[in-house]
């Protein structure tokens, strides 16, 4: 079993930045990918940008510029920089880790969520 806990959402003005974290623990066998997805209030879950083993990264069209996603192997740990925010950023943002691959079942992980505000 694989936990996640994420942590460094919060309220912010407009135009502000944040960082947030998310750490996996407990039994991690080869982490594929590492993500963060977000949800607003009445609408459904998107993906807002993807990182994989190799590093090579995808974002939502909505962040490009704006996000920054990073990973740490070592510590298990992914990141996104969050910058020049934006109000209709204001979501829950999950983190996903996806582990496995050739001769390794393939599992899928979310965080609890943490909640991010942007308003002045």
């Known amino acids: 079993q694989v936990q996640l806990v994420e942590s460094g959402g919060g309220l912010v003005q407009p135009g502000g930045s944040l960082r947030l974290s998310c750490a996996a623990s407990?039994?991690?066998?080869?982490?594929?990918?590492m993500a963060w997805y977000r949800q607003a209030p009445g609408k459904e879950r998107e993906l807002v940008a993807r990182?994989?083993?190799?590093?090579?990264?995808n974002y939502a069209d909505s962040v490009k510029g704006r996000f920054t996603i990073s990973r740490d192997n070592a510590q298990n740990t992914v990141y996104l920089q969050m910058n020049s925010l934006k109000p209709e950023d204001t979501a829950v943002y999950y983190c996903?880790?996806?582990?496995?691959?050739?001769?390794?079942?393939?599992?899928?992980?979310w965080g609890q969520g943490t909640q991010v505000t942007v308003s002045s």
């Open positions: 407990g039994i991690v066998l080869r982490i594929n990918t």
């Open positions: 996903n880790v996806v582990t496995g691959g050739v001769g390794v079942p393939v599992l899928s992980y």
């Open positions: 990182i994989n083993s190799a590093g090579a990264t």
